[in-house]
């Protein structure tokens, strides 16, 4: 997903797999964001393909390489 960056707000990854019925090869992007960027990014990845399979969750901290972000704080 171009432009996603952390200066915008979110960053992303890109898996290669393989769906578990059918044995399709398929990219899993996954990506944590601020809450003002979904609507942003849902768009995007509907614009890329519409019947894109999305799960959306509250996350109550993140930790790893480049940031560590809690909402405790």
């Known amino acids: 997903m171009t432009g996603s960056t952390p200066e915008r707000g979110f960053g992303a990854t890109l898996l290669h797999g393989k769906t578990a019925y059918f044995s399709h090869e398929t990219d899993v992007l996954i990506t944590i964001l601020s809450v003002r960027?979904?609507?942003?990014?849902?768009?995007?990845?509907?614009?890329?393909?519409?019947?894109?399979?999305?799960?959306?969750?509250?996350?109550?901290?993140?930790?790893?390489?480049?940031?560590?972000?809690?909402?405790?704080?």
Do not use: H, P, Q
């Open 37 to 73: 960027y979904m609507n942003y990014v849902k768009d995007r990845i509907l614009e890329i393909d519409d019947k894109a399979f999305m799960t959306i969750s509250s996350v109550r901290e993140v930790d790893g390489r480049g940031f560590t972000i809690s909402m405790d704080s």
